[in-house]
């Protein structure tokens, strides 16, 4: 089965990113595109804008409005179970179209396309960002800095205080076509200066357009088919070039996962600190699964997403099923499958 192609829209509050989206779903031509908002703060602002327009492009439950922060500080938290929903819905979308915060990294959002729950279905078609001519031209990253503060202020997840610059500089980095917006309301002269600057921060090949009000031809927008998280090493953002000395690169390419079956737990409490703690230990990044709890009817399902650990019955066991505890545990390769498996096993015996 081809992959779905998903496009990443960043660029800062104010650049045009929703301009762009509403463009892309009133021309979308008969796709059917899934949309994925990260808002956050007023929340539903961009939910309230986008409804209405491209309503055979975009259903409302092609419609998914991720709230609880930056996108790329709550990727395996919102970002990875809602793209695997997409995939397993009975009508799966012909392109995946994410609208990042303006203070989302890129770099960790791509990266999250190697998860193997979603890696084999997926794939960055491009990462386009939206830049502000004439906020550029002014001396600005944004046309309203302060509102950008105001949201950074917002953000309760935001576990990253990146330096506009710092994050402008990995929004360019990281991109496979910039749009240079609201280049109408700029001068020839400082359009060319600002076109300048941009080009010394992106990378070979990558295509700078001019756009007024995010108007800009399907085929070029769509099908750039860069295959963006294949190719991590040349994106690299700010920070990891400062720390290429490999003392403080944590971030990986390559993920790896593994299943595991055990017996029936004890109880929950023990299931849940069983788990707690190996994902502690040995830094996994998501554990999830069923598991079978000695005398109770139904089968627990679990959800673990870095210390918290979700837990519920969703339906009881049916007679002709062995109740018996599966769990998939996904980390940063290598994951040293053995000693976790060692540990769990002990906790279950």
Request: contains cysteine.
């Amino acid at each position: 089965m081809k992959k779905i192609p998903a496009t990443v829209i960043t660029g800062f509050l104010g650049a045009g990113k929703t301009t762009l989206v509403r463009h892309v779903l009133n021309n979308a031509k008969g796709k059917r595109i899934a949309l994925i908002i990260n808002e956050f703060g007023d929340v539903g602002v961009d939910r309230d804008v986008l409804q209405g327009c491209g309503d055979e492009a975009c259903s409302e439950t092609d419609m998914v409005e991720l709230a609880n922060g930056c996108i790329c500080c709550t990727v395996a938290e919102d970002f990875i179970p809602t793209i695997t929903a997409l995939l397993q819905s009975d009508n799966r979308p012909d392109h995946i179209v994410i609208e990042t915060s303006g203070l989302a990294l890129p770099q960790p959002l791509v990266r999250a396309f190697n998860w193997p729950e979603i890696k084999a279905d997926v794939t960055v078609d491009g990462v386009v960002t939206v830049a502000d001519a004439s906020a550029l031209a002014a001396g600005r990253f944004a046309s309203n800095e302060a509102a950008v503060d105001a949201q950074r202020l917002q953000d309760e997840m935001l576990d990253h205080e990146t330096p506009l610059g710092e994050l402008f500089e990995d929004q360019l980095i990281c991109a496979d076509l910039v749009l240079l917006n609201k280049s109408d309301l700029v001068s020839p002269d400082d359009l060319e200066k600002v076109e300048a600057a941009i080009r010394k921060e992106l990378r070979d090949g990558v295509k700078l357009v001019r756009t007024h009000k995010g108007e800009i031809d399907m085929a070029a927008l769509l099908g750039i088919e860069a295959g963006s998280e294949l190719d991590m090493d040349g994106r690299k953002s700010h920070h990891e070039h400062h720390h290429e000395d490999g003392h403080h690169h944590h971030e990986h390419d390559d993920f790896d996962s593994f299943s595991i079956r055990l017996p029936a737990a004890t109880d929950k409490v023990q299931l849940g600190n069983a788990i707690s703690n190996v994902i502690k230990d040995f830094d996994i990044l998501r554990l999830k699964g069923f598991a079978a709890i000695k005398d109770a009817p139904a089968r627990l399902s679990v959800q673990a997403v870095g210390p918290r650990v979700d837990t519920y019955f969703d339906r009881p066991w049916t007679s002709d099923e062995e109740k018996q505890t599966s769990l998939v545990v996904i980390g940063q390769s290598p994951l040293d499958r053995a000693a976790i498996s060692e540990r769990l096993e002990k906790a279950f015996s």
